[in-house]
């Protein structure tokens, strides 16, 4: 039976559909995005290349978009719509534990917000690996769902104001 590492996501909570509002930050916090100064973002090369996946994110999956975002330092804040979209055979798997599952045969369900982070933090270390430029992520990462506008317009605002209030942060250590 394949073992897997226990998931940290909500079981109640599907990811394949939905609006989360995700942070992900580089390993030990290290400023490997760029730095900001008066107020102002100026990125690295990483972090452009952070900058084009999340803007061209329907590239890696139709059923993804990304209406907003923030690249800041150590880590990147965003808001990623999933639309839900069958998978092709039209059977989704639910269980990681083959032994749980209708068929034990079948593959382990993957959940789109899974599968793109995943995609993403391999891009950007490939991306990294090629310029040989140091760099790593933090292991996991932080997702809500976005409940209502409410919950949505404060995140948006949040996400807005991230590079003026850096100062504020509790990512930045300095």
């Given at each position: 039976m394949e073992q897997y590492r226990k998931t940290p996501r909500a079981r109640f909570l599907d990811y394949d559909s939905g609006d989360y509002f995700i942070t992900i930050c580089t390993k030990d916090r290290k400023h490997y995005f760029g730095e900001i100064k008066d107020s102002e973002m100026i990125r690295s090369a990483i972090g452009d290349y952070v900058n084009a996946q999340l803007e061209n994110c329907s590239e890696f999956c139709r059923s993804i978009s990304i209406p907003m975002f923030v690249v800041m330092p150590n880590h990147i804040h965003f808001i990623v719509s999933l639309t839900g979209e069958v998978a092709a055979n039209g059977y989704e798997q639910r269980?990681?534990?083959?032994?749980?599952?209708?068929?034990?045969?079948?593959?382990?369900?993957?959940?789109?917000?899974?599968?793109?982070?995943?995609?993403?933090?391999?891009?950007?270390?490939?991306?990294?690996?090629?310029?040989?430029?140091?760099?790593?992520?933090?292991?996991?990462?932080?997702?809500?769902?976005?409940?209502?506008?409410?919950?949505?317009?404060?995140?948006?605002?949040?996400?807005?104001?991230?590079?003026?209030?850096?100062?504020?942060?509790?990512?930045?250590?300095?």
């Open positions: 269980s990681p534990n083959a032994a749980l599952r209708a068929n034990p045969r079948s593959q382990r369900h993957v959940p789109a917000l899974s599968k793109y982070i995943t995609s993403l933090k391999g891009a950007v270390t490939k991306y990294a690996k090629s310029l040989n430029l140091e760099f790593g992520w933090q292991s996991r990462y932080h997702d809500h769902l976005i409940r209502g506008s409410k919950d949505g317009n404060r995140i948006s605002e949040y996400i807005i104001n991230n590079v003026a209030k850096w100062h504020q942060d509790c990512f930045n250590a300095e």
